[in-house]
């Protein structure tokens, strides 16, 4: 069997890294089928040095996703491999593919949390484009033969939204590529006392009432005590809204407690969470959440919103929050200051829960996928 895969977001944050954990897993475990793997020139050199196999082939498709080229010109470069399957580990499927394939959906959170204040089209541009978005994304759902999810919650919002068949929808959790086997000496990092947050800025995130949370635990008259001389340290890509946080910090007065530190590497990363008192997931909306299965690996504390993707990853070992309420989410993070053993047990089994997230895992359920809908 001859299987393409869209690999074109592999140095994506997010979706990159779950292409680049599948595809390795894929070249493990598959003795038998042969893959294609289409990719951007920019990635091409990266990729051909991490797939040394003769059963799989690497095609240049120079073509964003989201794009009107995207739509006309990418099914043809598809169509000429005589593929049996095509995986889109992303939403963005041309809607005139209309040969057999697989999408992976790891979230809807932009029928809810549209960005188009990042955007520099005029608004009735952008939403035209998110009138695009919601009609590739449906389209794609209902010609797939199977979907491919991250999270239950996620498929009910899939089932709910896309007007889709249950059993279309098929739950592969993400793993954990972030922990102890990684080697690194020192971080570059020299604060010893403080929260961590990774990933985006985008406005499902939650940012702003993250730093007002934080703000209050700077000033102990606020909240009765606190703590003046932790740090708030926010790992992630700048783009649009990280510099509109920035300014925030800045009309706050929090420049010198509030730490970018940008992109890290994945050895830095393993550091941060190791150190860190705790990391904080304020997001009002998630499809899976990776930095909390990669916090409980390296045994830090999750402190998280009280929503449904949070309590199914994390579990009885996170601590919950009202992600709207600013005061709440300082009054759960001030108990963490204390150096104390509070939270050691739910440390100890978050370690133990990772053992439900594994990217071979992963990989061997969609393989299972992929040989249910081969088309013969």
Same mark, same amino acid.
């Given at each position: 069997?001859?299987?393409?895969?869209?690999?074109?977001?592999?140095?994506?944050?997010?979706?990159?890294?779950?292409?680049?954990?599948?595809?390795?897993?894929?070249?493990?475990?598959?003795?038998?089928? /042969?893959? +294609? #793997? #289409?990719? *951007?020139?920019?990635?091409?050199?990266?990729?051909?040095?991490?797939?040394?196999?003769?059963? $799989?082939?690497?095609?240049?498709?120079?073509?964003?996703?989201?794009?009107?080229?995207?739509?006309?010109? #990418?099914?043809? !470069?598809?169509?000429?491999?005589? =593929?049996?399957?095509?995986?889109?580990?992303? $939403?963005?499927?041309?809607?005139?593919?209309?040969?057999?394939?697989?999408?992976?959906?790891?979230?809807?959170?932009?029928?809810?949390?549209?960005?188009?204040? &990042?955007?520099?089209? &005029?608004?009735?541009?952008?939403?035209?484009?998110? *009138?695009?978005?919601?009609?590739?994304? /449906?389209?794609?759902?209902?010609?797939?033969?199977?979907? !491919?999810? +991250?999270?239950?919650?996620?498929?009910?919002?899939?089932?709910?939204?896309?007007?889709?068949?249950?059993?279309?929808? +098929?739950?592969?959790?993400?793993?954990?590529?972030?922990?102890?086997?990684?080697?690194?000496?020192?971080?570059?990092?020299?604060?010893?006392?403080?929260?961590?947050?990774?990933?985006?800025?985008?406005?499902?995130?939650?940012?702003?009432?993250?730093?007002?949370? #934080?703000? =209050?635990?700077?000033?102990?008259?606020?909240?009765?005590?606190?703590?003046?001389?932790?740090?708030?340290?926010?790992?992630?890509?700048?783009?649009?809204?990280?510099?509109? *946080?920035?300014?925030?910090?800045?009309?706050?007065?929090?420049?010198?407690?509030?730490?970018?530190?940008?992109?890290?590497?994945?050895?830095?990363?393993?550091?941060?969470?190791?150190?860190?008192? @705790? *990391? @904080?997931?304020?997001? =009002?909306?998630?499809?899976?959440?990776?930095?909390?299965?990669?916090?409980?690996?390296?045994?830090?504390?999750?402190?998280?919103?009280?929503?449904?993707?949070?309590?199914?990853?994390?579990?009885?070992?996170?601590?919950?929050?009202?992600?709207?309420? /600013?005061?709440?989410?300082?009054?759960?993070?001030?108990?963490?200051?204390?150096?104390?053993?509070?939270?050691?047990?739910?440390?100890?089994?978050?370690?133990?829960? +990772?053992?439900?997230?594994?990217?071979?895992?992963?990989?061997?359920?969609?393989?299972?996928?992929?040989?249910?809908?081969?088309?013969?």
């Amino acid at each position: 069997m001859k299987i393409g895969i869209d690999c074109r977001l592999w140095n994506e944050s997010g979706v990159g890294r779950y292409i680049r954990n599948l595809t390795e897993q894929l070249l493990i475990i598959d003795r038998k089928n /042969s893959y +294609v #793997f #289409f990719v *951007l020139s920019k990635d091409r050199k990266e990729i051909l040095r991490s797939v040394q196999n003769d059963r $799989f082939k690497i095609i240049t498709a120079d073509i964003r996703w989201h794009t009107i080229e995207e739509q006309w010109r #990418f099914p043809s !470069i598809l169509n000429k491999e005589n =593929l049996d399957l095509v995986h889109f580990p992303y $939403f963005s499927v041309p809607i005139f593919y209309n040969k057999p394939f697989i999408v992976t959906i790891h979230d809807l959170i932009l029928h809810h949390f549209p960005t188009g204040e &990042a955007s520099t089209l &005029a608004l009735p541009l952008y939403q035209l484009k998110l *009138l695009g978005y919601k009609s590739v994304i /449906s389209n794609g759902a209902k010609k797939a033969k199977k979907i !491919i999810t +991250v999270s239950n919650a996620t498929k009910a919002e899939i089932v709910d939204h896309l007007k889709v068949d249950p059993s279309k929808v +098929v739950v592969t959790y993400e793993g954990v590529g972030i922990n102890s086997r990684l080697k690194v000496k020192t971080s570059k990092l020299k604060v010893k006392n403080y929260f961590l947050y990774v990933g985006n800025a985008y406005p499902h995130k939650n940012l702003e009432r993250l730093i007002e949370a #934080f703000n =209050l635990v700077c000033h102990p008259e606020a909240l009765a005590e606190g703590s003046n001389d932790i740090k708030l340290v926010l790992v992630g890509k700048e783009d649009y809204f990280y510099k509109r *946080l920035k300014e925030k910090v800045k009309n706050m007065g929090l420049e010198k407690s509030v730490l970018f530190l940008g992109e890290v590497s994945d050895e830095e990363l393993m550091i941060l969470y190791k150190n860190a008192r @705790v *990391l @904080v997931m304020p997001s =009002l909306m998630e499809g899976f959440g990776l930095p909390a299965v990669e916090a409980m690996a390296n045994k830090c504390l999750v402190l998280a919103s009280d929503i449904p993707t949070f309590r199914e990853i994390c579990g009885g070992v996170g601590v919950y929050f009202d992600p709207k309420n /600013s005061e709440e989410i300082a009054k759960n993070l001030i108990p963490v200051l204390d150096s104390g053993d509070k939270y050691r047990d739910k440390i100890e089994k978050g370690f133990e829960r +990772v053992k439900m997230f594994s990217w071979e895992k992963m990989a061997k359920e969609t393989l299972r996928v992929y040989e249910d809908n081969i088309a013969y």
